[in-house]
C-alpha cells in the first residue's frame, strides 16, 4: 500500500492581529530552512507558475504583514486571515504547500498550519524521515504555539477516524502535545519523548517510517493512543478537524 503522508498543527479561538500573525509566520518562515533544502524557499499562489515565482514569501515583517492583512476574511471577521504558499518545486510532484488559519476567534472552526507533503521524489523521502518530521512539527509548533499537531499518513487517520471522538488529537507516526494538556505518562519502547522548549512534547513512535500495513506499528499506536486517552492528554478541542 502507498501511504500519503502530512502533517498539521492544530489550536482554538485565538484572536490575534495581522502583525502578531506575521511575526509567527516570519519565526516558521527563519526555520524552514533547516527542516530540508526544498523548505528553504517559498512563495505566494498565482494564477500560473510563472507569476507565482515572481512574488516570493521572505521572512521579512514588512512584506509579511501586508500579506497577511489582505487575507483576512472578508465576510466573517471573526475567522481571522487565510494564508498559503508553495515552495516553487520545478516537478508538480516534488511540491510541498502549506495552508494556514490563523488569528480566528470562531468556537466553531478552528486555527492550523498544514502541510502538503510531496508525492514523490527525492524530497519526499528526505521529508518522509523521523528526524526531518519531527524538526518540522517541532519548528511549526514552536512559531504558532498550537494546542495539537500531527505528523501522520491519510490512512493511518482514516484508519482512527471511525472510532476517533470528535475535535480530539489523533495520534501518529509524530504527535505534538501543548504542555497545558498535562504530563506525558511512560510510554513503551521504541516510543521516545521530547520536549518543545517549555511550550509542549514530541511523541515519536518509531525512528523508521510508521506505515499502517505494518500491524506492530498499528498496535503501537493504539497502545500509545490509549495511555495518552488515559492520562487526560485528548480531550477535545473546538473547532478542529
Known amino acids: 500500500m502507498t501511504e500519503s503522508y502530512y502533517a498539521g498543527v492544530y489550536w482554538g479561538a485565538r484572536k490575534e492581529s495581522a502583525e502578531e500573525c506575521a511575526r509567527r509566520f516570519q519565526v516558521l518562515l527563519e526555520r524552514l530552512p533547516a527542516v530540508d533544502s526544498s523548505l528553504a524557499h ?30 483576512k476574511d472578508r465576510v466573517v471577521d ?17 511540491t510541498t504547500s502549506f495552508l494556514i488559519a490563523c488569528g480566528g476567534r470562531s468556537e466553531w472552526v478552528g486555527n492550523r498550519c498544514v502541510y502538503t507533503l510531496p508525492s514523490r521524489g527525492p524530497s519526499l523521502e528526505r521529508l518522509l524521515s523521523e528526524p526531518a518530521l519531527s524538526a518540522l512539527l517541532r519548528h511549526t509548533a514552536d512559531a504558532w504555539e498550537p494546542d495539537w499537531g500531527v ?4 490512512q493511518h487517520r482514516d484508519l482512527q477516524k471511525p472510532h476517533r471522538p470528535k475535535g480530539t488529537p489523533y495520534v501518529g507516526w509524530v504527535t505534538y502535545l501543548a504542555r497545558h494538556r498535562g504530563t506525558v505518562p511512560p510510554l513503551p519502547s521504541p516510543v521516545r519523548v521530547e520536549a518543545v522548549g517549555d511550550k509542549g512534547t514530541l511523541i515519536i513512535l518509531t525512528p523508521e517510517r510508521f506505515t499502517v500495513s505494518n500491524p506492530e506499528h498499528v498496535a503501537l499506536a493504539e497502545q500509545v493512543r490509549a495511555l495518552l486517552d488515559q492520562a487526560g492528554l485528548l480531550k477535545p478541542l473546538s473547532g478542529h478537524p
Open 42 to 71: 517559498w512563495f505566494q499562489q498565482g494564477k500560473s507558475r510563472a507569476e507565482a515565482l515572481k512574488r516570493p514569501l521572505l521572512p521579512q515583517l514588512a512584506e509579511l504583514e501586508p500579506f497577511v492583512r489582505r487575507s
Open 78 to 94: 471573526e475567522l481571522g486571515f487565510s494564508i498559503a504558499g508553495w515552495n516553487g518545486a520545478s516537478d508538480d510532484d516534488e
Open 151 to 154: 505528523a501522520i499518513s491519510e
